[in-house]
């Protein structure tokens, strides 16, 4: 038995799979987990990897260190999205954070994976009971709370590729919501889907920030389960140095993926990419 994401371009990421755990229909997905057998268990959302067990720090250790680390002082997060924990988990290793908020539009999501998933040590069985010290639950649309919070260090938005549903958190009038909730310095990052596959996207999306923070970059890493290098774009407000990371906060953490002694290497993107992003 095989699960199979397709992705443009007829390009396929597949895993063998023991069986499947869970199929249901929310609101807004399908929802489905397998039992890999060599990548434990994958959590899949409209027929999409969202993550596998073995492996997933690989995509959420880069989507949440460089820009904690890159802040100065990241006190107060929100997190957009997010609802297998694991961004939220990552968030709160950092000692300086003092709030942190995830807002996560689909329940079905933060419940199947507190029960069938666990990557977050139990930190989501807590946040729906409201036991959490310093994170907050809110179920309820990203952009609409976006619209009426503000005073955040870092948003992290871990959202679903950039197409279909989550269009709208690709958009430049997300990204000037986005850049009115944060504080100076501030610092927003985002997934921004696969660097070959969905280049269009990127380019794009890199565009439109570009026309609302004060400084844009991108960088890619590759991540397991998806068609690899994953990209990420990060939009500045105010006085950061995205390209600098603090070491001594980031010898605390002991990472596994992500590296910040070697920060400057995630950087690195094809050639043409490259040239394309900075005609830009």
Request: proline content about 4%; charged content about 30%.
């Given at each position: 038995?095989?699960?199979?994401?397709?992705?443009?371009?007829?390009?396929?990421?597949?895993?063998?799979?023991?069986?499947?755990?869970?199929?249901?229909?929310s609101?807004?997905?399908?929802?489905?987990?397998?039992?890999?057998?060599?990548f434990?268990?994958?959590?899949?959302?409209?027929?999409?990897?969202?993550?596998?067990?073995e492996?997933?720090?690989?995509?959420?250790?880069?989507?949440?260190?460089?820009?904690?680390?890159?802040?100065?002082?990241?006190?107060?997060i929100?997190?957009?999205g997010?609802g297998?924990?694991?961004?939220?988990?990552?968030?709160?290793?950092h000692?300086?954070?003092?709030?942190?908020?995830?807002?996560?539009?689909?329940?079905?999501?933060?419940?199947?994976?507190?029960?069938?998933?666990?990557?977050?040590?139990?930190?989501?069985?807590?946040l729906?009971k409201?036991e959490?010290?310093?994170?907050?639950?809110?179920?309820?649309?990203?952009?609409?709370?976006?619209?009426?919070?503000?005073?955040?260090?870092?948003?992290?938005?871990?959202?679903?590729?950039?197409?279909?549903p989550a269009?709208?958190?690709f958009?430049?009038?997300?990204?000037?919501?986005?850049?009115?909730?944060l504080?100076?310095?501030?610092?927003?990052?985002?997934?921004?889907?696969?660097?070959?596959?969905?280049t269009?996207?990127?380019?794009?999306?890199?565009?439109?920030?570009?026309?609302?923070?004060?400084?844009?970059?991108?960088?890619?890493?590759p991540?397991?389960?998806?068609?690899?290098?994953?990209?990420?774009?990060?939009?500045?407000?105010?006085?950061v140095?995205?390209?600098?990371?603090?070491?001594?906060?980031?010898?605390?953490?002991?990472?596994?993926?992500?590296?910040?002694?070697?920060?400057?290497?995630?950087?690195?993107?094809?050639?043409?990419i490259?040239?394309?992003?900075?005609?830009?």
């Amino acid at each position: 038995m095989e699960f199979i994401e397709w992705y443009p371009r007829g390009y396929g990421v597949a895993f063998r799979v023991k069986r499947k755990i869970l199929e249901e229909q929310s609101q807004y997905q399908k929802i489905e987990v397998y039992e890999t057998e060599g990548f434990g268990k994958l959590l899949a959302l409209d027929g999409t990897v969202q993550l596998v067990t073995e492996g997933e720090k690989s995509y959420h250790e880069p989507l949440v260190h460089p820009v904690m680390l890159a802040h100065p002082n990241p006190r107060r997060i929100l997190v957009i999205g997010g609802g297998d924990g694991g961004t939220l988990r990552e968030v709160l290793r950092h000692e300086e954070v003092e709030e942190a908020i995830m807002v996560e539009i689909d329940k079905k999501v933060i419940e199947v994976s507190a029960e069938y998933i666990g990557i977050d040590e139990g930190l989501l069985k807590k946040l729906m009971k409201g036991e959490c010290e310093r994170a907050k639950l809110i179920i309820g649309d990203g952009v609409e709370f976006l619209k009426q919070n503000k005073g955040f260090d870092v948003i992290i938005v871990d959202s679903t590729d950039p197409v279909g549903p989550a269009e709208m958190l690709f958009s430049e009038e997300f990204y000037r919501m986005a850049y009115e909730a944060l504080n100076s310095p501030g610092i927003y990052v985002t997934q921004a889907g696969s660097v070959y596959l969905f280049t269009d996207e990127l380019t794009g999306a890199y565009k439109r920030m570009k026309r609302v923070f004060d400084n844009v970059y991108y960088y890619s890493f590759p991540v397991i389960g998806y068609a690899s290098p994953w990209a990420f774009l990060v939009g500045v407000k105010g006085d950061v140095d995205f390209e600098e990371v603090d070491i001594d906060r980031a010898k605390r953490l002991k990472l596994e993926y992500y590296d910040p002694e070697n920060h400057k290497s995630l950087f690195q993107m094809p050639k043409y990419i490259r040239e394309e992003l900075q005609r830009l």
